[in-house]
């Protein structure tokens, strides 16, 4: 691709500028299986339910999805519920917990080829955002060192506190590209979840960008990416 045709770039933060997919993953499967271990004749939650039902949505819309998907009614409760509560937002702060207790222990990296990229994009002006449903953006990226090359960052927080539907809807990638100043058709989606590779054709953005960390290059090719890299070094 040429770079030269955009004007900005919007990334999803977890499995594509940072490994942290793996460590909410790890969150989320602790989480669930912790929770479905007290109801009867349910299954183990495993990677596909991930993919499935949670992956690139937000926290509390991904308990919920997947809890719909295995029959369970949860009242859903309020954003602030404790952890320990059997609600859908009780169950998202759980998760959150976990994930927050693995970022502190064990810090985050950013991937080398995205990176390269990044520093790349910044360095030709072309202007970056992070668009996540996470709500622990910032301190991802501040953890990676990275937080310095987005001076716009739309993650669950701000989609909340805007009133922002997330992806698949595409709303968020909207907003980031009207933050940097720049039209939708020259802004290029990178995004490695087939909620927001969904987020991205349904905003009708200059071009959506598939990074394939597990989801599959022809799952996220029928669900709206234009191409698909295995790491984003292939676009440097």
């Known amino acids: 691709m040429n770079w030269s045709d955009y004007d900005a770039a ?31 004749d349910q299954r183990p939650y495993t990677d596909d339910d991930y993919y499935r039902y949670v992956d690139g949505k937000p926290r509390f819309e991904g308990v919920a999805s997947f809890l719909e998907s295995r029959g369970i009614d949860l009242p859903y409760g309020d954003p602030v519920d404790d952890p320990a509560q ?12 976990a994930f927050s207790e693995v970022l502190a222990t064990e810090g985050v990296e950013a991937y080398p080829g995205s990176r390269r990229l990044v520093e790349q ?24 060192g990275m937080i310095d090359y ?3 960052i739309v993650d669950g927080r701000v989609a909340e506190e805007e009133q922002l539907p997330g992806k698949p809807q595409p709303d968020t990638f909207l907003d980031a590209a009207e933050k940097l100043g720049v039209p939708k058709e020259r802004a290029v989606v990178l995004e490695d979840a087939v909620s927001g590779v969904q987020a991205g054709r349904a905003g009708s953005f200059g071009l959506v960008v598939g990074v394939d960390r597990g989801a599959g290059r022809e799952t996220l090719l ?13 676009l440097a």
């Not at 992070?130 to 953890?143: G, I």
């Not at 029928?222 to 890299?229: K, R, T």
């Open 222 to 234: 029928e669900n709206g990416a234009d191409i698909v890299v295995t790491d984003l070094e292939e």
């Open 10 to 40: 919007l990334f999803d933060l977890d499995g594509v500028i940072t490994p942290t997919a793996v460590v909410h993953m790890r969150a989320w499967s602790a989480m669930f299986n912790d929770f479905l271990a007290d109801l009867p």
């Open 86 to 97: 059997r609600t859908v937002c009780g169950l998202g702060n759980r998760k959150n917990e």
């Open 150 to 152: 987005f001076p716009v």
């Open 121 to 144: 994009l910044a360095a030709q002006g072309v202007k970056l955002a992070v668009v996540s449903s996470s709500r622990n953006a910032p301190t991802v990226l501040r953890a990676a």
